[in-house]
C-alpha cells in the first residue's frame, strides 16, 4: 500500500509526487471541506446555550472530493497531512482528520514552508501531530466570524440598504468613513515659506535670531522680504557620513503594501500570484516552488539560506557587499512559525526564470527576490552635507546628500526613491559671502490626512492589530464588493451605504465595532493559539456582550423607507419600491408581506464579441453575489468567462483575447 499526502492545492500535486516518487499517492483537499451548517439557532450551526458546540457540514461543492478523500485513505498505510503551514492550515488539515475518521495512529502531520525537494523530504521524515491550540484558535476565529456576520448582517439587510458586516470588515470600513469626515471636516490653513535660489541649489527660511519661525500671511512674508538682501554669510558647512540599511525581508502586509505601490498590483492579485509562485513553476526541467510560503509574520531567514546568499553576493558583487542579519523587533500579534517571504534558492535569479513566468509573475518575483537579496546587503553609504546661511538675523538653510557607496541599492535601487542633491563646495569657498540669484515668497495651505489606499490601509490595519496579513486581501475585496467603497484615483471613499453601515454599526455597536475591541479579539486568539487562554471563556465573554446589543438593535433601530419606483403594483395597487438581497436590488411590493408581488427583470442581452472557444457570443452575465462578468452565452456547454470585459481584439502574442482592465488594454492570459 502506497502512504497517501493530503495538500490543499491541487498545483502542489504533481511537484510533491515527484520529489517523494512511486512509494506515495498525493492529492488534494482543494481547500476546507467543511464548515459550520446553517442549522439551530440563527441558523448560526453553534450551540451558543452549549459551550459553542459547533455543527459542522461537508460543503456542497466539495462531497465528491470527499468521496475521493475517503476512498484514497482507505487504500493508504500512513496519511500525511500536509495541508499549509499556517492556523488556517492546521485547522483543515484537523477538519480531514475528523470527517474522515482516521486512526490517530495512521496519520502524521507535515509542513512545507517552501515546495522544493529536499524541505518536502525533510518534513516527511519529521512528521508531529496536529496543534490543537492551533485548531481551537482557528475554530474560535471562524465561530466569532459566523456568530457576528450572521447577526450583524442579518440587522443590516432588514434595517439598512447594507448587505454585510463582519468582525474585521466593519472595523476597515470605519476607518475608512472617519478619515472621510476627517478631511471633509478640514479647515485649511494658510502658512508662508522664503526661499532663496542660488546658481545651483536652494535654501530655505528656518530661524529668525535663533528661533524657529513661522509666516502666517502674505504681509508678513512681504516684511521678510524688505529685511533682506541678495547677500548671504557661509555661517558653517557641515559634512557627515550616513548609512542606509537595507529593510527586512518580506512579510505579508510589506508585500502587499510595496506590490501596491511600486507594482500597482491590488492585494487580492498579490496574493493569488504569489500563491502560484509558492505552489510551483515548471521551468521545463524540474517544477519547483520559487518562494517560501506568502502567509507570514516573520522576517527569519534559515541559516542555510543566509550562508548560500552571503556566498552568492561575494561571488558576484564583492566581499564588501556582505551585509548581516536583520533582527526582528518584539511586537504584539506576530506569528513566528516560519520565514519570511524570500526566493527558495538565491541562485535562481529572475532572469532564468523570467521566459517561465507571465508578465506579472516575474515582477512579483523580481521584486521578492531582490528584497530578499538586499536584505543581506551591505549598507549604502551616503555623505550628507548642511549649509546653514545667514542674512540680517534670518538662518536658511540647505541640505544635499551624495551616494557614496551603493551597498544594497546595487540591486533594490528601482524600487527607491532616492536621488543625490549635490551642493556646492562652500567649504573652501573663496569667500564668506554667497548671492542669492533670487529670494522668492511661497504660498502654502495645510493638507488633511489622506484618503487610504490599499497600501496604507493595510499598514494601518497591521499597526493597530487588526485582522491578520492573510486577510487583509479578502477583507479589502468584500467591502469594495458591497459597494461599501469606491476607488477614486487608487483612493477610498465610502459611498452612501458605507456611512449608512457604519453609522447605524456606531449608534448600537460602538463598544464592539471598534479598534480596540477587535484587536484585543485578536489578542485573545494568538493567547489560545500559545494555551493561554480558554476558547470558551473567551466566547463566552464575547457572547455576554455582542447578544443583549443586537436584541436591542432589532427592537430599536430605525428602519429606512424603501426607494419607490413611481409605479404601481399591479396585484395591490400599492407602491412599488426597491429592495436589496445578497444577489442586488429588485423591484416589489411595497406592501409585503400582505402583498408578496415581485416584477420579474427583463434582462437585456448584452452581445460582446464571438466566443473565441467555441464560435458563439460573449455576453454580459451577473453572478449570484451580483458581480458583473463576461460569459459564453452557450452556458453550460461552454463554461468560456471573464471577469474584465473583453475588447474583441485578440493578443499577437498569444492569440487569447484582449480586456480592458483599469483604462488599459491588456492580455487576459498573458496580461501584456
Known sequence: MKDLVIVESPAKCKTILKYLGNNYNVISSKG??????????????????????????????????????????NK??????????????????????DELNIPMDRYKRVVFNEITKDVVLNAIQNPRKIDMDLVKSGETRRILDRIIGFRLSRLMQSKTAGKSAGRVQSVALKLIVDREREIKAFVPKEYWTIEADFASFKAVLEKYQGKDIEIPDEVSADNILKALSKSFKIASVTEKDKNKSAREVFRTSTLQQVASNKLGFAASKTMKIAQKLYEGIDLGKETVGLITYMRTDSIRLSDEFVKQTFGYIKGKYGEEYIGYVKKAKKTENVQDAHEGIRPTSINRTPSEVKEYLSSDEYKLYKLIYSRALASLMHDAKTKATTVILENNGYTFKATGS????????????????????????????????????????????????PRYTESSLIKELESLGIGRPS?????????????????????????DIGYETTDKLQEFFANIVNVKYTAQMEKDLDDIAEAKKDNIKVLKDFYADFAPLVEK???????????????????????????????????????????????????????????????????????????????????????????????????????ELLVEKNKKIICSNCDE
Open 32 to 73: 476546507h471541506i467543511r464548515d459550520l451548517s446553517k442549522s439551530g439557532k440563527y441558523a448560526l450551526g453553534v450551540d451558543v446555550d452549549n459551550n459553542f458546540e459547533p455543527k459542522y457540514t461537508v460543503i456542497k461543492e466539495k462531497k465528491k472530493d470527499v468521496e475521493a478523500l475517503k476512498k484514497a485513505v
Open 76 to 97: 493508504a498505510d500512513t496519511i500525511y497531512l500536509a495541508t499549509d503551514p499556517d492556523r488556517e492550515g492546521e485547522t483543515i488539515s484537523w477538519h480531514i482528520y
Open 402 to 449: 551624495v551616494l557614496t557607496f551603493d551597498g544594497y541599492l546595487k540591486v533594490y535601487g528601482e524600487y527607491e526613491d532616492s536621488e543625490d542633491v549635490i551642493l556646492p563646495d562652500l567649504k573652501n569657498y573663496k569667500s564668506d559671502v554667497i548671492t542669492a540669484d533670487d529670494i522668492a515668497k511661497i504660498q502654502h495651505f495645510t493638507k488633511p490626512a
Open 471 to 495: 486577510t487583509y486581501a479578502t477583507i479589502i475585496q468584500t467591502i469594495k464588493d458591497r459597494d461599501y467603497v469606491i476607488l477614486k484615483d487608487k483612493k477610498f471613499e465610502p459611498t
Open 553 to 655: 438593535a432589532f427592537h430599536e433601530m430605525e428602519k429606512k423607507a424603501p426607494e419607490t419606483t413611481g409605479e404601481k403594483c399591479p396585484e395591490c395597487g400599492g407602491d412599488l419600491v426597491y429592495r436589496q438581497s445578497k444577489y442586488g436590488t429588485f423591484v416589489a411590493c411595497g406592501n409585503y408581506p400582505k402583498c408578496k408581488y415581485v416584477q420579474k427583470s427583463e434582462k437585456q442581452v448584452v452581445e460582446i464579441c464571438d466566443c473565441p472557444k467555441c464560435g458563439g457570443k460573449i455576453i454580459e452575465r451577473q453572478s449570484k453575489k451580483g458581480k458583473v462578468f463576461y460569459g459564453c452565452a452557450n452556458f453550460p456547454k461552454c463554461k468560456y468567462a471573464l471577469w474584465d470585459k473583453p475588447t474583441g481584439e485578440k493578443c499577437p502574442k498569444c492569440g
